[in-house]
């Protein structure tokens, strides 16, 4: 999908009401990934809620996208930092429970 579609959205709607939905949506998927834990069918209003935020980030990331991509690179290092320090059987563990 064109990057052209959230550059209108944000015309549209403007980046406030934008920022809006971002908290809106984050809500609504915290909201289906615990449905899921709790052992609710919610597989369909998990994946709808997913790609409603994605759509709604994609926005965000052309009002703010250079400082993302800094807080998502300092992020991913830290992951990499806490996976380096965890013991092979606890990842493996964590791997086999998931399943």
């Not at 709607?13 to 971002?22: D, E, I, P, S, W």
């Amino acid at each position: 999908m064109s990057e052209n579609i959230y550059q209108e959205a944000l015309e549209a709607f403007g980046a406030q009401h934008q920022l809006m939905k971002v908290a809106e949506e984050a809500s609504e998927l915290a909201t289906a990934a615990l449905h899921m834990l709790d052992g609710r069918d919610a597989m369909a209003e998990l994946a709808e809620e997913a790609a409603d935020m994605e759509i709604i980030l994609a926005q965000l990331r052309l009002l703010i996208g250079d400082e993302i991509d800094k807080q998502k690179t300092r992020k991913l290092k830290r992951l990499r930092a806490t996976l380096n320090g965890m013991p092979i059987i606890n990842r493996l563990k964590d791997r086999l429970a998931a399943v």
